[in-house]
């Protein structure tokens, strides 16, 4: 079994001055909900002068349910980092992939037997209202896709496609033929087991790290970051601290210097208390 990064079960936490988190397998329970203790934990965090920000492959529109609620004043980074917005959904910056990236992509899934999603600005564009986790993520981000004809007819200024199976073997063979088709033209990690998100090559979780750093001036050593999938892991890398969930995977957790217990156990909230409140005390 892979061992974590750093082994000490009280690991050396450097001065913290900003919290980034993950949101689906992370900040919120398997039945989406964000908990009071979990709520409580980062109102804590703004008592003591430490910031929190999130990031998700969600589109932003998919996580504005969370920003008053967790009274956000950071940019807010969907996609995985492929458009920050303000509260307001206002966007900051958008990353797009190129058409011809974003075609390929379109081929490759198809080829490995998975749906195709496409996220256009605010649009959630499918094929099939009935295919395999759509009426969840409806739920979950609380907007209706449109379905179209043809998905491969609507690339022109595409934030992320998804890849979408049940098949996780299949979602994880298509990830690594991504990542070696694509190389450095384009970001494709799992943010689920059964979804191959494939975004801009600027447009990852390490990415949103940097930017955040230079966007509201804080050091990235003094920024520590919590999650659960191996597209979390790229943000892990250059974060002054990194904080696995419980129910990650061994590979995950082997890349963090902490790990807290699981999303239905308040590991958030737990990881919160002990690693960044404890530490600020």
Known sequence: ???????????????????????????????????RRAQAA??????????????????????????DELELDTPIAGFNGGMFVKR???????????VDVAAKAIDLIREHGLDAWV????????????????AREAWTVKFQPKVVADIADE???????????DDLDRVQRCEADAQAAFGRRATASRSQPY????????ANKGAVVEYLSRSIDVPVREIATIGDQPN???????????????????????????TTDSYNDEGFAKAMERFILGASD
């Open 1 to 35: 079994m892979a061992e974590p990064r750093k082994t000490s079960r009280s690991p050396a936490i450097p001065k913290i001055s900003l919290v980034l988190a993950d949101v689906d397998g992370t900040l919120v329970t398997e039945d989406k909900v964000l908990t």
């Open 42 to 67: 980062v109102q804590r965090l703004h008592d003591v002068g430490i910031r929190f920000a999130i990031t998700s492959g969600r589109p932003p529109m998919g996580m504005a349910m969370l920003f």
């Open 88 to 98: 307001d959904l206002s966007i900051i910056e958008e990353k797009t992939l190129p």
């Open 119 to 134: 996220y256009r600005g605010n649009d959630w564009l499918i094929t099939r209202s009935d295919a395999p986790h759509v």
């Open 155 to 165: 690339l022109d200024g595409v934030a992320k496609i998804v890849g979408v199976s």
């Open 195 to 202: 979804y191959l998100d494939i975004t801009n090559k600027d």
């Open 232 to 258: 979390d892991v790229l943000m892990f890398k250059p974060s002054g601290f990194s904080i696995a969930m419980g129910n990650a995977s061994d590979q995950v957790k082997a890349e963090a210097d902490a």
